[in-house]
């Protein structure tokens, strides 16, 4: 029996990114399926926190089309944006708490500004999303008051607090004990199977996204290196994907003539003959 493609919940086509003059996306298409943990990795300059910034709708492209939930975003009016985000939840990689609420208020924030729900159900929903994430009994502390490991689960349980379709997780997993970021793990793959959203993971972490992918997708110099499975990442026989895997770096070919102008201060040229800005 042929397996059932499940629908887009992301679809992206030929994303091109430049900021200024330098083109940090070059043509990147993807599709991310309802119900499915895409992890997308690369190494630092690789264009991930473009491609993010791109689904969570905070950058317009320079060409190409990102549709979220069957939705072009860069072609929305910006109450029916706002509205599509509602739908979304986003856990950043510092947490992003407000210092000045305590856990419980942190929690509750999008429901009292997105909702006209009365204050006893947010509290009941604000506890419950505690629950989810194990830190039923916390919510009046403050984010001071957390070890690393908490705020970034507290950051969880405010990103699911409106039941959204979509999660995006920056980092998740970013400068906790191992054991602690095996559990956010863990946390990651029960909200998927519990709430049946699909979660969108930025992470450098080789561990953690061999442990919660689906797919992951691979970017290198602003455009898709590949775009498959966990064993067919780790089969690859790409080097710059097994460089990554490795944690090898890549050492590039020395121009003596465009080192000497960059030593200069020249500007280089295109190969019509024009200066490269």
Known sequence: MTATVRPASI??????????????????????REGEIMVIMGGSGS????????LLGL???????????????????????????????VAFQSGALFSSLSVGENIALPLREHTRLDA??????T????????????????PAELSGGMIK?????RAIVMDPRLLFCDEPSAGLDPV??????????????????????????????????DRICVLDKGEVLALDSVDAIRASPNPRIQNLLNRRTEEAE???DAYLRRLLGEKEKQGDGKPRL
Not at 47 to 54: A, F, M, Q, S, V
Not at 128 to 142: C, D, P, R, T
Not at 153 to 157: D, E, G, I, S, Y
């Open 254 to 256: 020395l121009d003596p």
């Open 11 to 32: 679809e992206v086509a030929n994303l091109v990114t430049h900021y200024g003059d330098r083109q940090i996306l070059k043509g990147v298409s993807l599709e991310v």
């Open 180 to 213: 602690v970021a095996s559990a956010i793990d863990d946390l990651i793959l029960r909200l998927r199977d519990a709430m049946g959203m699909s979660i969108v993971v930025v992470t450098h972490d080789l561990d953690s996204a061999f442990k919660i992918a």
């Open 127 to 142: 506890r419950l999303k505690l629950e989810v994430v194990s830190l039923a009994g916390f919510e009046n502390l403050m």
């Open 59 to 89: 950058i317009q492209p320079t060409s190409g089309t990102v549709r979220v939930l069957g939705r072009d975003i860069n072609r929305l009016p910006p109450l029916d944006l706002q509205e599509l985000r509602t739908k979304t939840g």
């Open 153 to 157: 689960r507290a950051a969880l349980a």
């Open 120 to 125: 006893t159900t947010i509290g009941i929903m």
């Open 47 to 54: 264009g991930k926190t473009t491609l993010l910034n791109h």
